[in-house]
């Protein structure tokens, strides 16, 4: 019998994409290696252990979607499920978990998930709060109490949100627009649903209340979007949200990606730490230099800063997308995805994240796990971290308190947080070695002086800060930016960059630059569909196509680009 060569891939970044597509590549038959800049596994969702016994996600805290979870630790070597359902029946029933564990039994084998309620606290300037929880029925009463004019518009927001969802989320969900024809075949049902005004323009039909608008819009700054750019599409994720709940991983979310990087390493998968890419080496189709972005360019593999090179049949970047093209795939390789384009391209806002300790005090804390505080100004601020790139005299934050779930996070006796402030990236031109402090100050003086945490500059232990120099310089995001492409119109759906290279063949991408978007769903997702690319790309699953398996869709526009499959280049 003759021996067939494995295919090899090697996955720029270890974050929650470059992990996914691992598990992904080794259940299709790959020999991939992860290649990784630091000195462990996440990007993002780094997770830091200080001396002095805190632990702190440096990144997304907020994991919904089980099922996602569940689908990757059930895939075994060589047998991909690309073909399967997105949604079997027994997920779409969408039951809430409401106390207990969360998440599916191959989950359990790897890491306990408990579902956290409320979702979200959400605090007003004015001291009063919302509990956003995805009840219903609590929804109403909280509505009945702050602003009681809006339970009919909240009926009205619920069927039509609901109605984006099912069609954004449950059909469109997983469809890689390639080409334009992918594109133009939705735009109806999306006009006809109103899904291409703005979210907050969105969300003002139905609320009049200030704060109801801001409850039911928030979201998406947990994306990189501002609310008053993203299109209403993105009003879906008050119904993922109120259908598979908001869950939590014991020991942080770096306990979720170690369980990631378990289950890659069982398939056979390789990391390398300290690894970090200089080049993406890219030839024509007969092994010689590209000269000039014109003919056939295909990706060969790497070459590392301390100048290694690794050869493989496939390369996906899990980068930032603009720095991806920008810094590792020559100019002379580069039709589509120009200096001129990359750099034109509205990138997402970045952040301010203070992560602190400090001793409890006389009485409990009045906070819960997730915390969304508002500033005084919503629409004010959102143009200026936006749009003028300025810092504002007052800001809105993200405030975490895992400890509150989780107290092995801390010493005995104490807290672990951190809260997150969203703050103009670096093409501000804001010299944070001299802002950040100022804003840190700021920030623990509010907790303190507002109440939320009394007394918390006389009990903090421990105290440390990352900047928008922190996503530019240590994970390599263009400007600092901290979620890749800004999630406007212009740049959703085909015109977010694309999971599969136009410029270089067997070079494709994967996590919150790529299709779908930011979050750390659409990033499982993106891996999703980026191996679906490659399976069809090399023969693998005939029966999937880029978007969706064959014969699995319900409806004809959710076919996409239809392109001849690549194969292995020798």
Do not use: C
């Not at 609310?227 to 879906?236: D, H």
Request: charged content about 25%.
């Amino acid at each position: 019998m003759p021996h067939t060569r494995r295919k090899t891939a090697l996955i720029i970044g270890s974050g929650f994409g470059g992990l996914s597509l691992g598990i992904r590549l080794q259940s299709l038959g790959f020999d991939t290696t992860i290649l990784e800049k630091l000195d462990g596994p996440g990007g993002r969702a780094y997770q830091k252990r200080t001396p002095d016994g805190y632990v702190f996600d440096m990144g997304p805290t907020v994991i919904t979607v089980p099922h996602f979870i569940e689908e990757l630790f059930a895939l075994e070597r060589d047998r991909g499920m690309l073909a399967e359902p997105d949604y079997p029946a027994h997920v779409l029933t969408g039951e809430r978990v409401r106390e207990g564990e969360s998440g599916g039994p191959r989950t359990r084998d790897y890491v306990r998930l408990v579902p956290i309620l409320p979702f979200y606290r959400i605090y007003f300037d004015d001291g009063t709060y919302f509990d956003y929880d995805g009840d219903p029925d609590s929804t109403r009463r909280q509505i009945q109490a702050l602003a009681p004019a809006d339970l009919a518009g909240y009926e009205r927001f619920h069927r039509d949100a609901k109605a984006i969802f099912e069609r954004g989320f449950l059909e469109l969900g997983y469809t890689h627009f390639g080409d334009p024809a992918t594109m133009l075949r939705v735009v109806p049902d999306l006009l006809k649903l109103d899904a291409v005004r703005t979210l907050f323009s969105f969300t003002s039909k139905y609320f009049q209340s200030p704060k109801m608008r801001q409850v039911f819009s928030f979201e998406t700054l947990l994306v990189g979007g501002n609310p008053l750019s993203v299109p209403a599409i993105y009003a879906m994720i008050h119904f993922v949200e109120k259908t598979w709940g908001i869950h939590y991983a014991v020991g942080g979310t770096g306990a979720l990606v170690r369980a990631f990087v378990q289950k890659f390493e069982e398939l056979g998968g390789r990391i390398e730490y300290g690894a970090e890419v200089e080049d993406i080496l890219v030839t024509d189709d007969r092994g010689r230099p590209v000269r000039a972005p014109v003919g056939k360019r295909v990706a060969r593999g790497v070459r590392l800063k301390d100048g290694r090179e690794r050869r493989a049949d496939i390369v996906v970047s899990n980068g930032d997308w603009a720095n991806t093209y920008l810094r590792l795939v020559p100019p002379q390789a580069r039709l589509i995805n120009t200096d001129l384009r990359v750099k034109a391209a509205r990138q997402s806002m970045s952040l301010l994240v203070i992560y602190f300790g400090f001793r409890e005090g006389g009485r409990p804390l009045d906070l819960r796990h997730h915390n969304i505080i508002l500033g005084p100004r919503y629409e004010e601020l959102l143009r200026e971290i936006f749009g003028e790139k300025v810092l504002g005299a007052d800001f809105s934050q993200y405030l975490h308190v895992p400890t509150l779930t989780d107290p092995a996070l801390a010493p005995p006796g104490h807290h672990a947080a951190y809260t997150l402030v969203p703050v103009p990236h670096n093409g501000s031109g804001l010299d944070w070695e001299v802002e950040g402090p100022k804003l840190v100050d700021k920030v623990l003086a509010f907790l303190e002086e507002r109440g939320y945490i009394p007394g918390l500059r006389g009990r903090l232990t421990h105290l440390e800060y990352i900047t928008p120099d922190y996503f530019e310089g240590t994970l390599d995001s263009y400007l600092g930016n901290a979620f890749g492409p800004e999630p406007i119109l212009a740049q959703s759906a085909y015109f977010r960059p694309h999971n599969r290279s136009e410029d270089v063949r067997n070079l494709y991408l994967v996590g919150a630059g790529a299709q779908p978007g930011a979050g750390t769903p659409s990033v499982m997702m993106s891996a999703k569909m980026t191996a679906r690319l490659i399976a069809r790309d090399f023969g693998i699953h005939p029966e999937v196509r880029d978007g969706v398996p064959e014969g699995k869709a319900e409806r004809p526009d959710q076919a996409s680009e239809d392109r001849e499959p690549a194969g292995v280049n020798p």
